[in-house]
């Protein structure tokens, strides 16, 4: 097998039938392509997790061919192939009488890496998953939170720079904060390393933040669509997947959708300096109800409406401080999050310290349908 950084998987007719007749998978078909990370979602039983433990063999398909790569893994020795696999599950399964240290390098020692070339690996890792090895590295399983745990679960999984990643449920063990932190840590560690990864869950939200591709399965693993997060939900290809994505699919498609420039308004600019009268005209002759105040070295500083630009001085005695800003590669749901949390009308989009322009909720909405490109209006939700 050839252990180069990534490789694609695909999946020919993938089957496995138990003894008493019952099919968890049948005929599957599915290509994830390398450094993608593809999320398997459906109800309980649908057979998503059968289909991941098959790639590694964990479960031995019945019928059908499993490629990494150019090679057909289902002819090749299981134990090898495992410790080439990647594997995070739900309770991490850590090694208790086992240092974090230990608990890191046990593929790499499994495959005779020499101890300073395990070693090295192993605090890279910690490193990478923000857990500094001078730290942690000594310390055992019960000293650490759980998401700590699942953090080392991740590291090892990494240990021995494997094609693939497989992850079932790794973060559902955990709190919704800590859930959130480590899904927000993956995706850091994702960007770095860019693995093929094939990740179970039950949850769509979970499925939308972190996959590439979405491949929604009923029973029988049957693929009802296999599409990116966007797609799925702006395009639900059936009854099924619009029932299993949900009513909201609107609210969540908000998460995947980034700000365009396209979607920026762009109101009246003033600067601090600005003497009231001025303003106040050039506002009157543009019919704005505020302008955007920036400061001398053009970054926000805040609005003025247009009533209280009047009487004598400059637009700073008048202005108003904004703390509602997103950077411009921030999601419409940040934008959005942004503006209710700060009572705000609109949010300053900011390229660094430059300022780009604005969203309104009226702009953000046309952002929102703007990005269902080619979809009926009342799948989007118009009315």
Known sequence: MDATATSPIRLEQVTKKYPD???????????????????????????????????????????G??????????????????????????????????????????????????????????????ELVGLPPKT????????????????????????????????????????????????????????????????????????????????????????EQYDTPANLLGAPASDFVADFVGADRGLKRLAVTTIGADDLEHPPIVHVSDDLSDVRAAMEREDARWAVVLAENEELHGWISRDAANGAGDVIS?????????????????????????????????DGSRFLGVLTPESLHAALRRSVDGVEPETAGAV
């Not at 392509?33 to 098959?54: D, Y």
């Not at 057909?72 to 080439?84: E, S, Y």
């Not at 999601?331 to 900011?350: D, I, N």
């Open 21 to 63: 007749g019952s099919v968890a998978v049948n005929a599957l078909d599915l290509d994830i392509q390398a450094g993608e990370l593809c999320v398997l979602v459906g109800p309980s039983g649908c057979g998503k997790t059968t289909t991941m433990k098959m790639i590694n063999r964990v479960i031995e398909p019945t019928s």
């Open 318 to 350: 008048r202005g108003n401080r904004m703390e509602a800003w997103v950077p411009a590669d921030a999601s419409l749901k940040t934008a959005f999050s942004t503006m209710l949390q700060l009572e705000a009308g609109w949010v300053a989009v900011l």
């Open 136 to 223: 942690f590295g000594d310390r055992y399983p019960h000293q650490l939170s759980g998401g700590q745990r699942q953090r080392v679960g991740v590291a090892r999984a990494l240990a021995a720079d494997p094609v693939v990643l497989l992850m079932d449920e790794p973060f559902s063990a955990v709190d919704p904060i800590v859930r959130e932190r480590l899904q927000t840590e993956f995706l850091r560690l994702q960007e770095a390393v860019r693995k093929t990864i094939v990740f179970v869950t039950h949850d769509i939200e979970e499925a939308v933040r972190l996959g590439d591709r979405i491949a929604v399965l009923s029973d029988g693993a049957k693929l």
């Open 65 to 126: 061919r499993i490629f990494l790569g150019d090679e057909d893994v289902t002819k090749v020795d299981p134990v090898q192939l495992r410790r080439r696999i990647g594997y995070v599950i739900q309770q991490v399964g850590l090694f208790p009488h086992q240092s974090i240290r230990g608990n890191v390098t046990t593929v790499p020692r499994l495959l005779g890496w020499n101890k300073s070339k395990a070693a090295a690996r192993t605090d890279e890792l910690l």
